[in-house]
């Protein structure tokens, strides 16, 4: 947790500086998606992924590790004491390798990442299909995050030389612990890409929540009835992005529940072109 947490706050801080509007990202979803990637890698490029993702254990450890993280959100249901309207949580984390058919993947690898990730391997032509591979992953992703994510690789995503693709797919659904009464909810100023001034329907509330003030960002826990899945939600001070940010974090989810989903992929290529890519 503690490595993934720094991987997000390192990402936060390094797409803020390009992006000065609204924006969101998922460590859980990257993490996952890199953590798989990492596995596979030797050398140089394992150090410094491992670097990166401020990683602390071994490749060993780590599988038993997700798999962990894995069932336990797997398996994860309303809190004890939920009220009995809470109604069902759904939490449903889903990865996948979509492989060139006639890519030879060592098998220690596909091993890990099976046990480990949940990781089913699936064979596509890449090679003489790379579109119609590229429209057939982003309906599984389409389809794991019951539609909230559509088009997750773009067209030039995938080409003829793209051997790999490892992804992660993530859907959170559960009720507040404290409801957002729809008779609250009225127009706010939100503000796209930190600048264009919109008025856009926005929850409301007033209550009291952990905090927490770290300079130019503050930090705000929206509990849910799910076990220890809270809603973190991060908003910067900059004039117009913490404005914009304010009014999209109030507007996150609808009445009494909240939905939030993800998606990472990457795409490793051929010697001849050699690299890796993140689709999304």
Not at 193 to 220: I, Q, S
Request: with cysteine.
């Amino acid at each position: 947790a503690k490595s993934q947490n720094a991987l997000g706050v390192d990402l936060y801080r390094a797409l803020g500086a390009e992006n000065p509007g609204n924006f969101t990202i998922s460590p859980a979803s990257i993490g996952f998606a890199l953590a798989m990637t990492w596995l596979g890698a030797r050398a140089d490029t394992a150090a410094e992924m491992k670097k990166v993702m401020h990683l602390t254990l071994e490749p060993a450890a780590l599988e038993q590790g997700y798999q962990a993280v894995l069932y336990d959100w797997q398996t994860a249901g309303p809190r004890a004491d939920a009220p009995r309207e809470a109604g069902a949580l759904a939490l449903r984390v889903a990865n996948r390798l979509f492989v060139e058919r006639t890519l030879k993947v060592e098998q220690p690898f596909m091993t890990s990442t099976r046990q480990g990730f949940g990781a089913p391997a699936e064979l596509v032509d890449f090679v003489g299909a790379p579109q119609p591979s590229r429209l057939h992953i982003n309906d599984w992703v389409k389809g794991q995050t019951r539609d909230r994510i559509v088009d997750l690789i773009p067209e030039d995503g995938v080409t003829d030389d793209t051997r790999l693709v490892l992804v992660n797919a993530l859907y959170f659904k559960a009720t507040w612990e404290e409801q957002f009464e729809t008779f609250a909810t009225r127009p706010k100023p939100f503000f796209a890409g930190g600048k264009n001034e919109l008025k856009v329907p926005t929850m409301l509330r007033v209550g009291h929540y952990l905090h927490r003030d770290a300079g130019d960002l503050e930090v705000v826990e929206l509990p849910s009835t799910a076990v220890a899945s809270p809603w973190w939600s991060c908003c910067r001070r900059s004039a117009t992005a913490w404005r914009g940010s304010r009014a999209s974090s109030t507007s996150s989810g609808r009445g009494s529940k909240g939905s939030r989903a993800s998606a990472s992929a990457w795409s490793y290529r051929s010697s001849r072109s050699s690299r890796a890519s993140p689709c999304g």
